[in-house]
């Protein structure tokens, strides 16, 4: 994908995961959300087994399967629909996907820095903290901007 479109890309989907920021503080119910609307609709393991066209001891295993992350996005997918509900799946990041870029190119950007002091420091050009901030600034946005394909091979 070219440099422009990662950019837009990364702002436009920005811009839609900023619509479920309130799920990232959301925590599932204990027993699992299949067990909390199946009680919450007062409909025995028995029913929903009927609806999924499956035996009751299996309705028990999925609703101990869910809370550990042992069913499939296909099964849940059957069970909310047996349910009547819609099945959401999504990676919403902790912030921003333009923070969190920038955040990778700063780690980056650092070690460039360190690699670059150090050989001028053995050349006695060691650059003043202006230097320093002013080249951090401009790696930064570059990397950010052209999010290079190496950009993700040192972990922050």
């Given at each position: ?12 989907l920005?811009?839609t995961?900023?619509?479920l ?7 599932p ?12 609709l ?106 290079p ?8």
């Amino acid at each position: 994908m070219k440099t422009k479109h990662k950019q837009i890309a990364r702002r436009q989907l920005d811009i839609t995961l900023d619509k479920l920021a309130e799920v990232r503080s959301m925590k599932p119910p204990p027993k699992g959300w299949i067990r909390a609307v199946r009680e919450a609709l007062g409909m025995s393991g028995k029913q929903l087994a009927g609806r999924l066209q499956v035996s009751q001891p299996r309705v028990f295993k999925l609703e101990q399967g869910e809370p550990s992350g042992a069913l499939t996005l296909k099964t849940m997918r059957q069970v909310a629909e047996a349910l009547d509900c819609v099945f959401v799946y999504a990676l919403v990041p902790r912030s921003t996907l333009e923070e969190t870029v920038r955040t990778q190119a700063r780690v980056v950007a650092g070690e460039r820095l360190q690699r670059v002091s150090h050989t001028m420091l053995l050349e006695a050009q060691g650059l003043s903290m202006k230097e320093q901030q002013a080249f951090l600034d401009d790696v930064i946005e570059e990397l950010a901007r052209e999010t290079p394909k190496d950009l993700w091979d040192i972990k922050s």
